[in-house]
T-cell receptor, first 114, second 110 residues
Framework: DSGVTQTPKHLITATGQRVTLRCSPR?????VYWYQQSLDQGLQFLIQ???????AKGNILERFSAQQFPDLHSELNLSSLELGDSALYFC?????????????FGEGSWLTVV | GENVEQHPSTLSVQEGDSAVIKCTYSDSASNYFPWYKQELGKGPQLIID?????GEKKDQRIAVTLNKTAKHFSLHITETQPEDSAVYFC?????????FGTGTRLQVFP
């Protein structure tokens, strides 16, 4: 158990809908990362927050947004969902903001868009 | 570029044999190289990492080597066991993010 908690574990929704994925980082970690894992694209970095502020942005679509709250939990919002958004979405956390810090992953949220 | 190339994509070995997975990165500024193991239905789990100021690191049956000049790093698993079967990802740090390789599916046959 990495200490990173993600909900929901599984989610099925229709195209055009909006969903919110939730993440609680490990106790003491200030950075939260979101990754997308699909069969043909491996682990793709979406976005990082550090202590409530956006720190780095990857290949995150404009239809997607995230935020980190004062209690350090984070939410990833996915809107206008398309079939291609079906993937495993991972949250990860680390103590610091640098990419040299060890990153711990949660178990993921499996999103299926039908 | 920001690619991390990982080979092979699949690897099958007999229990007790060694397994080697190789990665190549492109950003000379990369200085942190973790390896993750992902079992079916689970999130990636860090198994070992190495920083650019060392060339090799060992942890029981697992070792990682780094050649900064050639921008290569490798994962070595000795005396493989069936429970080593999983997908392994290498990664290389950039100032703004960690770049992951495409993964190696390791199968260890009893």
């Amino acid at each position: 158990d990495s200490g990173v908690t993600q909900t929901p574990k599984h989610l099925i929704t229709a195209t055009g809908q909006r969903v919110t994925l939730r993440c609680s980082p490990r106790s003491g970690d200030l950075s939260v990362y979101w990754y997308q894992q699909s069969l043909d694209q491996g682990l793709q970095f979406l976005i990082q927050y550090y202590n409530g502020e956006e720190r780095a942005k990857g290949n995150i679509l404009e239809r997607f947004s995230a935020q980190q709250f004062p209690d350090l939990h984070s939410e990833l919002n996915l809107s206008s969902l398309e079939l291609g958004d079906s993937a495993l979405y991972f949250c990860a956390s680390s103590v610091g903001q640098s990419t040299g810090n060890t990153i711990y992953f949660g178990e993921g949220s499996w999103l299926t868009v039908v | 570029g920001e690619n991390v190339e990982q080979h092979p994509s699949t690897l099958s070995v007999q229990e007790g044999d060694s397994a080697v997975i190789k990665c190549t990165y492109s950003d000379s500024a990369s200085n942190y190289f973790p390896w993750y193991k992902q079992e079916l239905g689970k999130g990636p789990q860090l198994i070992i990492d190495i920083r650019s100021n060392v060339g090799e690191k060992k942890d029981q049956r697992i070792a990682v080597t780094l050649n900064k000049t050639a921008k290569h790093f490798s994962l070595h698993i000795t005396e493989t066991q069936p429970e080593d079967s999983a997908v392994y990802f290498c990664a290389a740090s950039r100032p703004d993010k960690l770049i992951f390789g495409t993964g190696t599916r390791l199968q260890v046959f009893p």
